[in-house]
C-alpha cells in the first residue's frame, strides 16, 4: 500500500507532529480504522519529548473532515446488528476524550468543509484555526441522527439559543459564527496556513499562531443573536418552531423550513440531549450520554431513511417515521436515553473530572 493509499498519514516536521486524514475522495470521512491510527499516534507521541504540538490537517482541497463514514453505519443498521457501528462510536468518543485532555498542544487546522465527526477530531482540541473558507456543522438531525462526538458538549456551552439552533437545524457556519460559538480560537487566512505549518515546526504553538492570526471577517451572524435568543427558549420543539414562524427576519422563516425538513424525532431527541447537557458536567458524561443515543438510533427506521435519502440515492425526499413532530411522544424520546443491550461506554473516574472548563 502506498502513502496516497493509507487513510492516515502520520509525519514529524522539527517540534511537531502532522496527522493527514486521507480519504479526500470521501471528504476524509472517519472510518474505525483512522479513528485506531489516530488513537495510536497520539498516545505513542504523548510520550515522545521530541513531539511538542500535534497538527491535523485533511487531504484535498475540500476540507478537513466530513464527517463518520455514514455509508457504512447505513449497511451496518439496516442489513446487520449494529455491533460495527457501536465499537467504532465507542473508539471515536473515547478519542475525542483524548484530544479534549491533551497534554501537549493539539492543533486543528479547520479549513473547508468540518461536519460531524471533522468537529469531534477538531473542536475539542487546545488550538483550534478557522479560515475563510470554513464551513462548520453538525448536520445530523437531517439523517435521522443526533449530534454526537461530544457535539451536544459543544454546542451546549454556546452562547445563547446559538447551540440549539445550530444542532436542531444542522445549519453550516463561517470563520466569526464558528468563533462567536466556542467552535474555534483563530483566524488564519487560508493563503497563510503553509507558512504557519512551517512555523509550527520551529516554534512553539501560540508564537506560531499569533505570527499568521488575523481578525475574523464579521457576517451578519451576530445580529441574527437576538431572534434566535428569542426563539430557542421555546421549551419544546413545536413552541421554537411557533416562535420562529412569528418573527419577521426571513432568516427565522427560513430556520422553519429548515427544521420542518429534518427528522421530527432526531428534533426531539436532540432538543433532550442538549437540555440534559446542562446537568451532567464533563464531557466523558456527555459523550456517554450521547453514545446511549446513538445506539438507540441504530434501531430506528430514520437513520436508515435519512442516509438513504440525503446520501446514497440522492432524492433528498426521506418518509420519516413518525412524520409529524406531533406524532413523537414522550416514551418515543426517553427510549433514546435507556441502555440498548450494546456495550456501555464509561469513563474511569480519572478520565472523568467534574469540572465543565
Known amino acids: 500500500m502506498t502513502d496516497s493509499e493509507e487513510p ?29 491510527l489516530v488513537d495510536e499516534a497520539l498516545s505513542a507521541w504523548e510520550r515522545d519529548p521530541a513531539v511538542e504540538t500535534v497538527v491535523i ?39 475525542n476524550a483524548r484530544i479534549a485532555r491533551y497534554p501537549k498542544p493539539y492543533v486543528a487546522l479547520m479549513d473547508g468543509i468540518v461536519m460531524g465527526g471533522g468537529v469531534g477530531v477538531s473542536a475539542h482540541g487546545s488550538v483550534r484555526i478557522v479560515t475563510e473558507r470554513s464551513r462548520v456543522a453538525m448536520p ?8 454526537d462526538v461530544g457535539g451536544t458538549y459543544l454546542l451546549g456551552r454556546a452562547p445563547g439559543g446559538t447551540g440549539t439552533h445550530l444542532a436542531l437545524t444542522g445549519e453550516y457556519i463561517g470563520a466569526d459564527a464558528a468563533l462567536a460559538c466556542g467552535l474555534a480560537d483563530h483566524f488564519v487566512p487560508s493563503p ?17 499562531v499569533a ?28 413552541a421554537i418552531v411557533e416562535r420562529l414562524a412569528a418573527r419577521p427576519e426571513p432568516a427565522a422563516r427560513e430556520a422553519v423550513r429548515t427544521l420542518l425538513s429534518k427528522s421530527p424525532t432526531a428534533l426531539k431527541v436532540t432538543l433532550a440531549s442538549m437540555r440534559r447537557v446542562r446537568d451532567l458536567g464533563s464531557l466523558e458524561r456527555v459523550l456517554e450520554q450521547e453514545y446511549l443515543v446513538s445506539c438507540a438510533a441504530l434501531s430506528t427506521a430514520d437513520l436508515v431513511e435519512g442516509v438513504r ?16 413532530l406531533g406524532d413523537v411522544t414522550e416514551k418515543d424520546v426517553e427510549r433514546f436515553f435507556e441502555p440498548s ?17
Request: net charge negative; with cysteine.
Open 140 to 147: 445530523e438531525t437531517g439523517i435521522g441522527f443526533v449530534p
Open 192 to 208: 497563510s496556513l503553509p507558512a504557519l505549518l512551517d512555523d509550527l515546526a520551529a516554534l512553539p504553538a501560540a508564537e506560531a
Open 8 to 36: 492516515v498519514l502520520l509525519r514529524t516536521a522539527g517540534r511537531a507532529a502532522h496527522i493527514v486524514l486521507n480519504r479526500p475522495r470521501a471528504l476524509n470521512a472517519l472510518n474505525h480504522a483512522m479513528v485506531r
Open 57 to 95: 490537517t485533511g487531504a484535498g482541497e475540500r476540507g478537513l473532515c466530513a464527517g463518520g463514514d455514514i455509508r457504512a453505519v447505513h449497511d451496518d443498521a439496516r442489513d446487520g446488528d449494529g455491533t460495527a457501528s457501536a465499537a467504532f462510536w465507542y473508539d471515536e468518543y473515547r478519542l
Open 309 to 324: 435519502a440525503q446520501v446514497i440515492d440522492k432524492d433528498r425526499r426521506p418518509n420519516w417515521s413518525p412524520a409529524t
Open 211 to 238: 505570527r499568521h492570526e488575523q481578525p475574523v471577517p464579521r457576517t451578519e451572524w451576530t445580529a441574527r443573536r437576538e431572534w434566535i435568543d428569542d426563539c430557542y427558549r421555546g421549551a419544546t420543539v413545536e
Open 341 to 357: 443491550g450494546m456495550r456501555e461506554l464509561r469513563f474511569s473516574a480519572e478520565d472523568r473530572p467534574t469540572a465543565t472548563g
